[in-house]
């Protein structure tokens, strides 16, 4: 039998990789995670990592799809809710800003976003397809609101350019430690910016 069919034979399921790699970054950060030590965790050789994900840039992406995925069902749930435009908003406040320093969401985040300036254009595009998401799900809840008279009349596209530009300042904050920055005060100034904005 080829070598390639035989781990493809052995391999565990990718699922089982992504969540095996965000459990060690939850557990031991970035500097944890090894293509070895990924490797001893769901029963591969790093060579079949390899084989699979190509590099570990490779890897980072696809946690980061995956996980992102869980979130975007997580926040599909949310907004389709039947319940005012501002409780939608909060929750998606929520589920944007990081728990801590060190969240391992934001953690993968922010490696992968530094290690894209070496990224080729199909990995760009995914990055993107990703910021893609949120920002769709919060003009969409913009616009909703808007139009049912709960928020005062903005553009939604330029609205939630800046808001996320806001939580994303605040997100990067909280999830690498800077002192003085906790989550609760973050999501204070998030809902006041949003009331003072917002209100009609």
Known sequence: MAAGAKARRNAPPREEVLAAAMATIA?????????????????????????????????????????????????????????????????????????????PHWTLWLEVWNRSQNAGPAERDRQAAIEHAWHRDLVALLAEGTSRGELRPVDPDRFATRARALLDGFSIQLAVGLPGTSRQEILDHVRDFLAEALTT
């Open 27 to 103: 557990e031991r950060g970035l500097d944890g995670l090894t293509m070895a030590g990924l490797g001893r965790e769901v029963g591969m050789s790093s060579g079949h990592l390899l084989y699979y994900f190509r590099s570990k840039d490779e890897l980072l992406l696809q946690t980061l799809e995956w996980s992102e995925a869980a979130l975007g069902a997580e926040r599909g749930a949310l907004l389709s809710r039947r319940a005012p435009v501002r409780d939608r908003l909060a929750a998606y406040v929520d589920l944007y800003v990081p728990e801590g320093p060190r969240d």
